[in-house]
């Protein structure tokens, strides 16, 4: 029999006679970030003694102050002989009274302080802390995030080709200047590419250091840490439409700095005005003019809060009526662009504020203040308020679902996460045969499925949704039916899967070698849907050069780009990967890639689970201690010189008794 010993919050608690504690470990629950645990226990009663009743608190008595938090799991370990078995938590599940006294307190335990599920609750990636990657808005930085990365983001943000608005086209026709067209015409820049049309890509491992850095935990990953995943990255696609044109919620207002004032009441050190009642009778209005030659919003707030805003263009003086003012009221003065803001520089090269009463018939102006250096306003782009509305939690565990990932706790903060072939690779063989029964064994037929999909988000993107129409499954999909009676095995992954385009010349009809994506509906409607990934595979350096038209409405060709794409290779013959879980023909490529998320990452497993030699085995086993500590989900049993996989194993702890779940090692 083994001594086993349950510490809760570092105190030892005490069992009944008999009681033990059984702990499962399953392969699913590697698979899955809300079953993290690793290893968890069948419920199991503690008795209700002095000492329990002190680990506990006294949770019964309902007028104990300050008593157990049952609504969190408590920091626990299990010790086996000496050993420590497992780290983990206990949750207390209630408590048996008997004659309204304590009898005994059920509980059950995990291996892992919390599943990753539970760690993120509902935030979202726009929680999370991706400041390193913000950057101005500007034309250099768009310019240069075309076909490079953008300085200062430690090579991590790039501008891809993909349109949020436009219906883009190529016409090399030389009388033709329809918007939309992207073909680089000299002299032409009413029709190209617009700086406010692109929107900014952040690479996948940056994100996922970010989750790190939020919760305090570590991802041991080789795989995240290849090359190939760091080609992969998340379109800042926040809102349909273009990122700040357009977008009422899309910029900020700021505080209009006043350098010098006239009068009293105005503090230049806060650029505020308090007005003191004690020594006026009322204020009637407030003025502001402006010196400018661009278009601008000026808005008056009241104790922080907003009061009145009013767009203008151009020099002007903007009134504000002021009514019912209350002694020790603080007014600012603020300014941001207009709604139908374009993101291009406003400068605002003079203002004056003036604070006016009309005791009787003449203006009175209780303060002026006014600025001697010029007012700008230019727009950073913070990478979190431009990410996609998605939980973390489903973020990652698209991730898994996409890569057949799994991950295993290995302390209270540290998890390793690899692809399902690489962690079976790692595990290690224990020869069990001395140690099992024989004499009853169950052989079954595993579960088939009648049905194998692997999704992503039903498209409305207008390529993507056109060939979900014409093909009945989307692009990149990928479903096989058996002749099985069973349920479906279904994989859905929460991103979008774009079908990018390469655009052919309207004039001749011959391709050019420009590849872009469109995030519009087949209505011509800018689209949001889920968020979507995919491979920067390098540069098309190409004949044809699209026009790009910048914030001072100058006209650049480009003909060096990023490849935005489902392969991981703008060279065929270099292609090892793709975003497709099925054979596609690449738009850009022209042909098909078999080298599939099915086919590198989820094959060997499904192909095993549909192997006429597969098998499920049922055995009992007395596991020795060496075992018992040892074994890990991963590892393979041997029984008479057979290999097996684990499915389940249910292990009494003090007995050594052992329910094997097994699949024969095909």
Same mark, same amino acid.
């Given at each position: 029999?083994?001594?086993?010993?349950?510490?809760?919050?570092?105190?030892?608690?005490?069992?009944?006679?008999?009681?033990?504690?059984?702990?499962?470990?399953?392969?699913?629950?590697? #698979?899955?970030?809300?079953?993290?645990?690793?290893?968890?226990?069948?419920? +199991?009663?503690?008795?209700?003694?002095?000492?329990?009743?002190?680990?506990?608190?006294?949770?019964?008595?309902?007028?104990?102050?300050?008593?157990?938090?049952?609504?969190?799991?408590?920091?626990?370990?299990?010790?086996?002989?000496?050993?420590?078995?497992?780290?983990?938590?206990?949750?207390? /599940?209630?408590?048996?009274?008997?004659?309204?006294?304590?009898?005994?307190?059920?509980?059950?335990?995990?291996?892992?302080?919390?599943?990753?599920?539970?760690?993120?609750?509902?935030?979202?990636?726009?929680?999370?802390?991706?400041?390193?990657?913000?950057?101005?808005?500007?034309?250099?930085?768009?310019?240069?995030?075309?076909?490079?990365?953008?300085?200062?983001?430690?090579?991590?943000?790039?501008?891809?080709?993909?349109?949020?608005?436009?219906?883009?086209?190529?016409?090399?026709?030389?009388?033709?200047?329809?918007?939309?067209?992207?073909?680089?015409?000299?002299?032409?820049? /009413?029709? !190209?590419?617009?700086?406010?049309?692109?929107?900014?890509?952040?690479?996948?491992? #940056?994100?996922? !250091?970010?989750?790190?850095?939020?919760?305090?935990?570590?991802?041991?990953?080789?795989?995240?840490?290849?090359?190939?995943?760091?080609?992969?990255?998340?379109?800042?696609?926040?809102?349909?439409?273009?990122?700040?044109?357009?977008?009422?919620?899309?910029?900020?207002?700021?505080?209009?700095? +006043?350098?010098?004032?006239?009068?009293?009441?105005?503090?230049?050190?806060?650029?505020?005005?308090? +007005?003191?009642?004690?020594?006026?009778?009322?204020?009637?209005?407030?003025?502001?003019?402006?010196?400018?030659?661009?278009?601008?919003?000026?808005?008056?707030?009241?104790?922080?809060?907003?009061?009145?805003?009013?767009?203008?263009?151009?020099?002007?003086?903007?009134?504000?009526?002021?009514?019912?003012?209350?002694?020790?009221?603080? +007014?600012?003065?603020?300014?941001?662009?207009?709604?139908?803001?374009?993101?291009?520089?406003?400068?605002?090269?003079?203002?004056?504020?003036?604070?006016?009463?009309?005791?009787?018939?003449?203006?009175?102006?209780?303060?002026?203040?006014?600025?001697?250096?010029?007012?700008?306003?230019?727009?950073?782009?913070?990478?979190?308020?431009?990410?996609?509305?998605? #939980?973390?939690?489903?973020?990652?565990?698209?991730?898994? #679902?996409?890569?057949?990932?799994?991950?295993?706790?290995?302390?209270?903060?540290?998890?390793?996460?690899?692809?399902?072939?690489?962690?079976?690779? /790692?595990?290690?063989?224990?020869?069990?045969?001395?140690?099992?029964?024989?004499?009853?064994?169950?052989?079954?037929?595993?579960?088939?499925?009648?049905?194998?999909?692997?999704?992503?988000?039903?498209?409305?993107?207008?390529?993507?949704?056109?060939?979900?129409?014409?093909?009945?499954?989307?692009? !990149?999909?990928?479903?096989?039916?058996?002749?099985?009676?069973?349920?479906?095995?279904?994989?859905?992954?929460?991103?979008?899967?774009?079908?990018?385009?390469?655009?052919?010349?309207?004039?001749?009809?011959?391709?050019?070698?420009?590849?872009?994506?469109?995030?519009?509906?087949?209505?011509?409607?800018?689209?949001?849907?889920?968020?979507?990934?995919?491979?920067?595979? !390098?540069?098309?350096?190409?004949?044809?050069?699209?026009?790009?038209?910048?914030?001072?409405?100058?006209?650049?060709?480009?003909?060096?780009?990023?490849?935005?794409?489902?392969?991981?290779?703008?060279?065929?013959?270099?292609?090892?990967?793709?975003?497709?879980?099925?054979?596609?023909?690449?738009?850009?490529?022209?042909?098909?890639?078999?080298?599939?998320?099915?086919?590198?990452?989820?094959?060997?497993?499904?192909?095993?689970?549909?192997?006429?030699?597969?098998?499920?085995?049922?055995?009992?086993?007395?596991?020795?201690?060496?075992?018992?500590?040892?074994?890990?989900?991963?590892?393979?049993?041997?029984?008479? /010189?057979?290999?097996?996989?684990?499915?389940?194993?249910?292990?009494?702890?003090?007995?050594?008794?052992?329910?094997?779940?097994?699949?024969?090692?095909?």
């Amino acid at each position: 029999m083994n001594r086993v010993d349950l510490y809760i919050d570092g105190q030892k608690v005490d069992f009944f006679d008999q009681e033990s504690i059984e702990l499962t470990m399953s392969v699913q629950n590697v #698979k899955d970030i809300s079953k993290v645990f690793g290893d968890f226990s069948k419920s +199991f009663t503690l008795p209700a003694n002095p000492n329990n009743n002190a680990v506990f608190k006294h949770y019964y008595n309902v007028d104990v102050s300050g008593g157990f938090q049952a609504n969190t799991r408590t920091s626990a370990f299990i010790e086996l002989n000496n050993n420590v078995l497992r780290n983990g938590v206990i949750e207390l /599940e209630g408590v048996q009274l008997k004659n309204l006294q304590p009898y005994a307190y059920k509980v059950s335990f995990y291996s892992k302080t919390t599943a990753l599920k539970d760690l993120f609750g509902d935030d979202k990636l726009n929680d999370l802390d991706l400041s390193a990657q913000d950057h101005g808005y500007n034309d250099t930085n768009i310019a240069t995030g075309l076909n490079s990365y953008v300085a200062g983001t430690g090579d991590a943000v790039i501008y891809p080709l993909i349109s949020p608005v436009a219906n883009w086209f190529y016409d090399s026709a030389t009388n033709d200047v329809i918007p939309n067209n992207i073909y680089y015409k000299t002299g032409h820049p /009413e029709h !190209g590419v617009f700086y406010y049309d692109l929107k900014p890509a952040v690479k996948l491992q #940056k994100i996922l !250091g970010a989750i790190q850095t939020k919760y305090g935990v570590t991802f041991n990953s080789d795989f995240f840490a290849t090359a190939d995943f760091g080609k992969l990255f998340m379109w800042c696609h926040r809102r349909a439409g273009y990122m700040f044109k357009g977008q009422p919620n899309g910029t900020t207002n700021e505080v209009v700095n +006043f350098t010098s004032a006239t009068g009293s009441g105005f503090d230049t050190s806060t650029d505020t005005f308090t +007005f003191n009642k004690s020594s006026m009778v009322n204020m009637d209005y407030i003025d502001v003019a402006v010196t400018s030659t661009d278009n601008y919003a000026i808005s008056l707030y009241v104790n922080g809060q907003l009061f009145s805003k009013k767009e203008s263009s151009g020099n002007d003086t903007i009134f504000f009526v002021t009514n019912d003012v209350n002694n020790g009221d603080v +007014f600012q003065i603020k300014f941001s662009p207009i709604a139908a803001w374009d993101a291009s520089v406003i400068n605002l090269t003079a203002i004056t504020a003036s604070f006016v009463i009309v005791p009787i018939t003449t203006p009175v102006n209780i303060a002026t203040a006014s600025t001697s250096t010029t007012q700008t306003y230019t727009s950073d782009v913070i990478i979190a308020d431009q990410l996609p509305e998605q #939980k973390i939690s489903d973020f990652v565990s698209s991730l898994i #679902k996409m890569f057949n990932l799994v991950i295993v706790p290995t302390s209270n903060t540290a998890y390793d996460i690899e692809p399902l072939d690489d962690w079976y690779s /790692e595990g290690s063989t224990y020869d069990i045969s001395n140690y099992t029964n024989i004499e009853e064994v169950t052989v079954n037929r595993p579960d088939l499925y009648s049905r194998v999909s692997f999704s992503f988000n039903e498209t409305e993107a207008i390529l993507g949704e056109q060939y979900r129409l014409q093909n009945d499954i989307g692009y !990149g999909d990928l479903r096989a039916d058996f002749n099985f009676d069973g349920e479906e095995f279904e994989i859905e992954v929460g991103f979008d899967n774009m079908l990018f385009e390469r655009l052919s010349d309207v004039a001749d009809g011959s391709l050019t070698t420009i590849n872009v994506g469109k995030s519009i509906t087949r209505e011509i409607e800018p689209y949001i849907g889920n968020p979507f990934i995919f491979y920067a595979a !390098g540069n098309i350096i190409g004949n044809q050069a699209f026009g790009y038209i910048n914030m001072d409405g100058d006209e650049f060709d480009f003909a060096d780009f990023w490849l935005a794409s489902n392969v991981n290779s703008r060279v065929a013959a270099s292609v090892t990967k793709t975003l497709n879980f099925g054979t596609e023909i690449d738009p850009y490529l022209l042909q098909g890639f078999s080298q599939g998320l099915y086919q590198s990452y989820w094959r060997d497993y499904i192909t095993d689970l549909y192997d006429l030699q597969r098998r499920l085995f049922s055995f009992k086993a007395q596991l020795p201690i060496r075992v018992l500590l040892d074994l890990k989900a991963n590892d393979k049993l041997t029984i008479l /010189e057979r290999n097996y996989i684990i499915n389940s194993v249910t292990m009494n702890l003090a007995t050594g008794e052992a329910q094997l779940e097994l699949l024969n090692d095909v």
